[in-house]
């Protein structure tokens, strides 16, 4: 190391052993991968040459199983509920603004939410790597509680928008929140193998029973026709009050 400035790392206990190199900012090193084996030492390591640039490798602290880390399945089974309650409505939301509510320009209050929403999404993220899992949580499930009764309590169109905005300020913020926080607590190294866990969470889960839900809240409601022949429910604002109820008890478990 003090000829050229570069440290090298003792693999092996033996009297030729493998080494490897320590990227420490030398500009020889700057594409080098500091666990790739470069080749032997053809002298034993009680050689003059070599006096001090023979260390011990670091430790590495493995890290614990998939199944050992609760916390990322808690995070999976928050994310589902949240999910679900997204489910119970959407199926239904263009529906209720277009026929239920008569708003043939739906479009005029979806499209404004949407875009106002991803924008605050955006920012929000930075609001989770300053405030944390807890505090940006909790406001996107309160925006989204707020967006579910104003849509629940009032059916003019300003209110409508209102709500439509909020809802979907807390639906993107909390798809965001609870992915960063998904994220973060995945185990190293098992990142693919947990996508198929996180998928079910995320989509599967919530994509069979939301509906169900929602189509349970609706089974009385009155029906119209599609153009394929099919019917589908008439759906009305006991879609939000049902929606409300697993987000709400979310933002008390959390």
Same mark, same amino acid.
């Given at each position: 190391?003090?000829?050229?400035?570069?440290?090298?790392?003792?693999?092996?206990?033996?009297?030729?052993?493998?080494? #490897?190199?320590? #990227?420490?900012?030398?500009?020889?090193?700057?594409?080098?991968?500091?666990?790739?084996?470069?080749?032997?030492?053809?002298?034993?390591?009680?050689?003059?040459?070599?006096?001090?640039?023979?260390?011990?490798?670091?430790?590495?602290?493995?890290?614990?199983?998939?199944?050992?880390?609760?916390?990322?399945?808690?995070?999976?089974?928050?994310?589902?509920?949240?999910?679900?309650?997204?489910?119970?409505?959407?199926?239904?939301?263009?529906?209720?603004?277009?026929?239920?509510?008569?708003? %043939?320009?739906?479009?005029?209050?979806?499209?404004?939410?949407?875009?106002?929403?991803?924008?605050? %999404?955006?920012?929000?993220?930075?609001?989770?790597?300053? #405030?944390?899992?807890?505090?940006?949580?909790?406001?996107?499930?309160?925006?989204?509680?707020?967006?579910?009764?104003?849509?629940?309590?009032?059916?003019?169109?300003?209110?409508?928008?209102?709500?439509?905005?909020?809802?979907?300020?807390?639906?993107?913020?909390?798809?965001?929140?609870?992915?960063?926080?998904?994220?973060?607590?995945?185990?190293?190294?098992?990142?693919?193998?947990?996508?198929?866990? #996180?998928?079910?969470?995320?989509?599967?889960?919530?994509?069979?029973?939301?509906?169900?839900?929602?189509?349970?809240?609706?089974?009385?409601?009155?029906?119209?026709?599609?153009?394929?022949?099919?019917?589908?429910?008439?759906?009305?604002?006991?879609?939000?009050?049902?929606?409300?109820?697993?987000?709400?008890?979310?933002?008390?478990?959390?």
């Amino acid at each position: 190391q003090a000829t050229t400035g570069i440290r090298v790392c003792r693999t092996d206990k033996t009297l030729a052993p493998r080494f #490897r190199i320590e #990227r420490n900012g030398h500009p020889a090193l700057a594409m080098a991968d500091p666990w790739q084996f470069y080749g032997y030492i053809d002298r034993d390591i009680h050689s003059t040459i070599w006096p001090g640039s023979i260390y011990a490798p670091p430790k590495v602290k493995a890290q614990p199983p998939a199944f050992a880390n609760p916390g990322f399945y808690l995070a999976l089974l928050a994310y589902a509920v949240f999910n679900i309650a997204i489910q119970i409505f959407m199926p239904y939301l263009i529906l209720y603004y277009e026929v239920s509510l008569g708003m %043939t320009d739906y479009v005029f209050i979806m499209a404004p939410a949407i875009i106002l929403a991803s924008v605050v %999404t955006a920012l929000w993220g930075k609001v989770y790597d300053k #405030r944390g899992f807890f505090f940006s949580s909790t406001i996107s499930l309160a925006a989204l509680l707020c967006g579910y009764v104003l849509l629940f309590l009032f059916k003019g169109t300003a209110l409508v928008f209102l709500g439509s905005l909020l809802m979907m300020c807390g639906y993107l913020a909390g798809m965001a929140v609870f992915g960063a926080r998904i994220r973060d607590l995945m185990p190293v190294g098992d990142a693919g193998k947990l996508q198929g866990v #996180r998928i079910t969470a995320q989509v599967l889960l919530p994509g069979v029973i939301g509906p169900a839900i929602g189509a349970r809240v609706l089974a009385n409601a009155k029906t119209v026709p599609n153009g394929d022949g099919t019917v589908s429910f008439l759906p009305d604002e006991r879609i939000f009050l049902a929606a409300l109820v697993p987000a709400l008890v979310l933002l008390v478990l959390i």
